[in-house]
């Protein structure tokens, strides 16, 4: 039978992905779990198997293709040769014939009422997950006398996370269930009593099957040898031929991939401890352990995973209307969430007496506009800043938390914030410490304007080592900015204010700056933000600093 086959599910908001290598070709034969394709999505590289073995008959994509989730990528023809279609029966007819002797051997060996040594094991709540100690009790599936086999499931249960259906690890017969739907449970609490080795009593010791039973079941296969149009139906519970797919193949029992999947794990990102680096439900819970003790201390070079809530109807409580989000808006979105969800935030903030400065402003502006820039007090911060990095290099850098370094940058690119109808950009002046004031006054006026007249590309908007987003023009006291990562701090400025100052013995009326420093805590302490800050402050307040440390 030919059936398609599609890129299935990869997780949670990933819709596409990037074909990395195609591993089969048209009239390829393949095997269940045999790697087909190669993809790379923005969280990891996924070797995708097969889910049943056949022949490959079309291959729909190639090398560098995206795909989507539910893209057909092969066709397959599931029919195996003839050849193999009589290997599989004789196989079958050998299974049973030697299964059949195997119970008359056992059974002539073994008295009647003799039975093995069997002991009985206290089955415990297992460990769920860090900072889980108890779970309420949703099912009890088995009951007293019912014979279990590894991977069977005893009893569903409940954390505050998931539901979770718990397997059983050995094999036995349940003697005593100690839990009922709805208690709580502990971790290691006894849930079960479970007898484990040959419990199986005398009168259900199968009688020695006669000459004639063995080929009563051998039967339905020699029909089905004579029936070439349809030869395997009959024994297809003895051949395997779909699974359920896995995003990778991990040496791992279903129990233990079920387990992995509930708790939100990625089987193929944990080590196993056993054989051949088979994976237990213990390696999963140890690997859960570690990333959620990463996200507690900020470890981890992930995002923190937050479910997300369905919206209500809100139709039902007036008129709405829906517009679509435009791509800088998109973009803003996803960037800024994952930047303030990965980066521990610490906001700082003083105030600059620029009354002396803006006189300096106002006496120089016809200069600047002489030579195609406006000298806005943006254009001065950057020269500032520009100079601050320098004193304080661990500003001027961005962190690896998967390599553990700090990479620390040489040279001086400062981000600037721009408002348009749009949304928010932030297009690069390069080289600012190159450049005076006029220059970077210039710089900044042609980069806003074609910011607005939607004229920057996408490499104008790379390589910022710091950012300013200058609200003043709008108005408020201070803000608290969003550090733009891969960067560790923006400023924010606001609006400036004459205030009642104390100097000389006498209040007076001075031109006070609001200032905010967003910081990435991680790479820099509080104290460092501080006489950052504070430099920023002395310079704007002093310029002759500029000159003497900057």
Sequence with gaps: MAFEFKLPELGENIEQADVVKVLVSKGDKVEIDQILIE?????????????????????????????????????????????????VIKEAENNIVVKEEKEQSEVAEKPKNVQAKSETIEFKMPELGENIESADIVKVVVKTGDKVEVDDILFELETDKATVEVPSEFSGVIKEVKIKAGDNVKVGDVVLLVQTGDVSAPDQI?????????????????????KPEKPIEKISAEIPTKKSFPNKI????????RFAREIGVDINEVSGSGPGGRISTDDVKKFAKTINESLRTGSGGMSIGIKRESLPDFSKWGAIRKEPMSNIRKKTAEHLSYAWSTIPHVTQFDKADITELEKLR??????????????????????????????????????DMDAKEIIY???FNIGIAVDTEKGLIVPVVRDVH????????????????????KKVTIED????????????????????????????AILGVSRGNYEPVYKDGEFVPRLMLPLSLS???????????????????????????LSLEG
């Design 39 to 87: 993809i790379e999505t923005d969280k990891a590289t996924v070797e995708v198997p097969a889910e049943t073995a056949g022949i490959v008959t079309s291959v729909k994509v190639k090398d560098g293709d995206t795909i989507k989730v539910g893209q057909t990528l092969f066709e397959f023809d599931d029919k195996v040769s003839k050849v193999e279609e009589n290997k």
């Design 434 to 453: 190159k450049k005076n004031i006029l220059q970077l006054a210039a710089d900044l006026t042609e980069i806003s304007v074609k910011s607005r007249d």
């Design 362 to 399: 106002k006496q120089f502006g016809k200069k600047a506009e002489t030579l195609g820039g406006k000298l806005t007090i943006t254009a001065i911060l950057m020269k500032v800043v520009a100079s601050a990095l320098k004193v304080f290099p661990q500003f001027n850098s961005s962190i």
């Design 461 to 488: 908007m790379q390589g910022a080592s710091f950012t300013i987003s200058n609200l003043g023009g709008i108005g408020g006291t201070a803000f608290t900015p969003i550090v733009n990562a891969p960067e560790v």
């Design 206 to 226: 199968k009688p020695v099957p006669t000459e004639k039973s063995v080929e009563e079941k051998l039967q339905p296969v020699k029909k089905d040898v004579a």
């Design 409 to 411: 940058k040489d040279y």
């Design 250 to 257: 991990a040496p791992a029992a279903p129990s233990v991939r």
């Design 519 to 545: 910081y990435d805590h991680r790479i820099i302490d509080g104290a460092d933000a501080a006489r950052f800050i504070r430099w920023v402050v002395n310079a704007l307040e002093q310029p002759f600093l």
